[in-house]
């Protein structure tokens, strides 16, 4: 029987989840979200637990603050099983505790470092790579379309920068889109939310220019190297990036 | 002039400063836009690889000097253009807002004199923190020759501070810039070291030196860079590889900047700053330039294979730092995991040690990868020759690949 157990798509509540899995002494098949497409074999199971902050205290008190970080950020990934390598390698460190993190030879420890790392890294790039866009009524306004969903983290990060700008970015890819209003921001469905109407500013094309050129003329071409740029700069990142995006 | 054109001539004259980090200061504003990263930001890279993450500009490209070697020297014959301090606050401000860049980089060429050049720079620079409160990155360049009370005027606003010192001997520089000392530059560097703190130049102090265009050797620019990190505790030193843009009969004539040369020094100043190797240990008298053809680290292990091989599981910390292939990021996953179980070579590589390069150097629990017979210098200096050129290599038969 390959029992899967259902979570509420949080972060709170996957952990509560494998808490309770691990306290039952119950081992799953498989750990999903809501979203999960069940399969004829599966057997779904739906428990009815609490959604309690107090688990981050919880983790934080037996595998350490980094852990946890570690672990968010493969929560935030786009790895397949995800669910399942958080649960083995919480398991694990209720046995190693805050040593958890230099069992690199563990599969699972090994897993949780990888994936965080491509995480936070892809996350930081962003913070540098994004573009915004002024509309109509000093609006700012970015799209981005990363792997990972980094848009908290990018949020929080922008909260602190422009934290007297209005500003929206939208995950075209997950179809989300933050809000920001001066004070907080908050994520909301891409579809509540029409931008089509709102023009851009004047102001902005002229800037764009401005960059443009400055970014043709800042590279010494005595010293072309496309696979250095390229290797810093993946393309990925190029679509939405206005210096770049007419050469993709 | 419109705003575009003066961009143009701007930036093109200061694109040979190589400094654009952005790192090392944890500022915010309180009522303004901006904030910094301590980590530092790169907002985009150039043609040439080369980070974007400041607004790098000059105030004006007006100079009464006439170094040689300079594009903006006095005696060419140039477009010159001059900012305002109002412009360039409205580009920066306007680039930052759209997260085009981490924040501003000053410099100018020398007009009417140090002290009017340098009090151009503070009325920018005091606009964009008093008046536009912005709290974004900003480095600037100080003028040498420039008064005391203006230096410190000027540190008080900007996270970092720097003079470029050029050339690494007093010779070079009567040569190629006359109407520079380098006493002056020191000044600047001593004054900065001497004062700084958490509001003045809380990002520290940079500089850069021109290579390849007079005749030292590497020997004698590490030595230099040795003497500024202890003397003025220099955050970084840039090596610019020279790129002749003047012509003039003191100025070699390179077809290509000398970039493996520029690369060797930057692996040199990292083994410095980070890895607690004595210039000493790279260069000497009877070897006064780097190997071209192998990294400075792995020559150092070849030159002392006797120190070698270093068993993993036991080591110093400083010991593993001296292996190549084996960076402080391995070397402390190394140092925390080998407290909790032995190390093996596949361990090594979830760990990110560049085992292509490191096997020859260790052993893991007291196993040697390869056939200990190999142990010879002729053989292992062979493979990491060959092993510089594998990048080439791959992209070669990726090619060949796609046409099957």
């Known amino acids: ?248 | 002039m419109d705003l575009k054109e003066k961009l143009k001539i701007l930036a093109d004259s200061a694109k040979y400063d190589a400094s654009c980090s952005s790192s090392g200061s944890t500022r915010k504003s309180n009522r303004g836009m901006g904030a910094t990263a301590f980590s530092g930001i790169c907002h985009s890279f150039a043609s040439d690889g080369r980070c974007i993450s400041l607004l790098k500009i000059l105030m004006t490209n007006i100079c009464i000097f006439d170094c040689k070697y300079c594009l903006n020297r006095r005696s060419n014959n140039i477009k010159r253009a001059l900012f305002t301090p109002e412009e360039v606050c409205e580009i920066t401000l306007n680039f930052y807002r759209r997260n085009y860049i981490e924040g501003l980089f000053l410099s100018s060429g020398i007009i009417k004199s140090p002290d009017y050049t340098m009090e151009l720079l503070i009325k920018t620079v005091t606009l964009l923190r008093k008046k536009y409160h912005f709290g974004g990155y900003i480095h600037c360049k100080a003028i040498p020759g420039a008064s005391e009370k203006l230096l410190k005027e000027l540190g008080l606003l900007v996270d970092r501070l720097s003079a470029n010192i050029e050339l690494p001997t007093e010779n070079g520089l009567k040569l190629l810039a006359p109407n520079k000392e380098s006493k002056k530059v020191n000044q600047i560097m001593q004054y900065v070291k001497t004062n700084r703190n958490k509001k003045f130049v809380p990002a520290g102090q940079s500089t850069q030196m021109i290579i390849g265009a007079t005749k030292e050797s590497d020997l004698e620019i590490m030595n230099k860079s040795a003497f500024m990190y202890q003397n003025y505790q220099l955050k970084r030193v840039f090596y610019s590889a020279y790129i002749g843009v003047n012509h003039d009969s003191f100025l070699p004539t390179l077809e290509q900047p000398p970039l493996k040369r520029e690369n060797r020094l930057y692996q040199a100043d990292w083994l410095l700053r980070y890895y607690h190797f004595k210039v000493s240990d790279l260069l000497n008298e009877k070897k006064p330039n780097f190997n071209i053809l192998v990294d400075p680290k792995c020559d150092y292990a070849l030159h002392h294979l006797e120190e070698f091989p270093k068993e993993i599981n036991t080591c110093s910390y400083y010991d593993l730092l001296k292996i190549p292939g084996i960076g402080i990021t391995s070397a402390k996953r190394i140092l925390s995991s080998r407290k909790v179980f032995t190390i093996t070579f596949d361990d090594l590589k979830k760990m990110g040690v560049v085992l292509k390069r490191a096997k020859y150097f260790i052993t893991c629990n007291h196993q040697y990868l390869l056939n200990p017979t190999m142990y010879q210098k002729k053989f292992i200096e062979a493979n990491l020759v060959l092993e510089e050129q594998t990048p080439l290599k791959k992209e070669y038969e990726q090619l060949r690949l796609f046409n099957e």
């Open chain 1, 1 to 248: 029987m390959n029992s899967v157990y259902i979570y509420q798509d949080t972060f709170i509540s996957l952990l509560n989840l494998i808490d309770y899995l691990i306290r039952h002494h119950i081992k799953p098949f498989q750990i999903k979200n809501t979203r999960y497409q069940v399969t004829l074999l599966d057997t779904v199971i739906h428990l009815k637990i609490e959604e309690d902050e107090n688990i981050l205290s919880k983790v934080i008190h037996f595998v350490g603050i980094r852990a946890l970080q570690n672990m968010y950020y493969v929560f935030i990934s786009d790895v397949d099983n995800l669910e399942l390598i958080l649960y083995y390698f919480y398991l694990n460190g209720l046995k190693y505790r805050e040593n958890i993190l230099k069992y690199r030879n563990l599969k699972c420890v090994d897993k949780v470092l990888k994936i965080s790392s491509f995480v936070s890294h892809e996350c930081h790039k962003y913070k540098g790579f994004i573009r915004f866009k002024e509309l109509k009524n000093h609006l700012l306004y970015a799209e981005i379309e990363p792997v990972s969903d980094c848009l908290r983290i990018l949020s929080h990060h922008f909260q602190k920068r422009l934290k007297n700008e209005y500003w929206l970015i939208k995950d075209v890819k997950r179809n989300i889109l933050s809000l920001y209003d001066k004070k907080k921001y908050i994520l909301v469905d891409a579809n509540t939310f029409s931008l089509d109407t709102i023009k851009e500013s004047e102001e902005e094309k002229q800037m764009a220019q401005l960059w443009k050129t400055f970014y043709d003329t800042i590279g010494i071409k005595e010293r072309k190297n496309e696979r250095c740029r390229r290797n810093f700069m993946p393309k990925k990142y190029w679509k939405y990036m206005l210096e770049v995006e007419s050469e993709l």
